[in-house]
Nanobody
Framework: QVQVVESGGGLVQPGGSLRLSCAAS????????MGWYRQAPGQQRTLVAT???????DYADSVKGRFTISRENAENTMSLQMNSLKPEDAAVYYC?????????????????WGQGTQVTVSS
């Protein structure tokens, strides 16, 4: 069974840094796009950053220059380095991955989501 699990959230002071990690496990043949979304209380889930299999990245304007997304294809992992954190960055961060698995000999691509990890930015 394919699953995606985040780790690395926590409490940090404004201006501080955190590194989130995401790992995919299970039986699959490839991972295409991966990325991070976040959701603050009472708000919609919004895109933070994405990265393609080849390493092309895209960021929300609010995090450009502060966050860096990266991935290790050989290890099926992805990270989000978050620097200069602001109170408005506080949210539950979700990892997602577009993963292709074989079902009866056919490749099926699905989007898998992690359970979320809490990031709190407060003094």
């Amino acid at each position: 069974q394919v699953q995606v699990v985040e780790s690395g959230g926590g409490l940090v002071q404004p201006g501080g840094s955190l590194r989130l990690s995401c790992a995919a496990s299970g039986s699959f043949v490839r991972i295409d796009d991966m990325g991070w979304y976040r959701q603050a209380p009472g708000q919609q889930r919004t895109l933070v950053a994405t990265i393609t299999e080849s390493g092309s990245t895209d960021y929300a304007d609010s995090v450009k220059g502060r966050f860096t997304i990266s991935r290790e294809n050989a290890e099926n992992t992805m990270s989000l380095q978050m620097n200069s954190l602001k109170p408005e960055d506080a949210a539950v961060y979700y990892c997602y991955a577009e993963i292709t698995s074989l079902h009866s000999g056919h490749g099926i691509t699905q989007e898998y989501w992690g359970q979320g990890t809490q990031v709190t930015v407060s003094s």
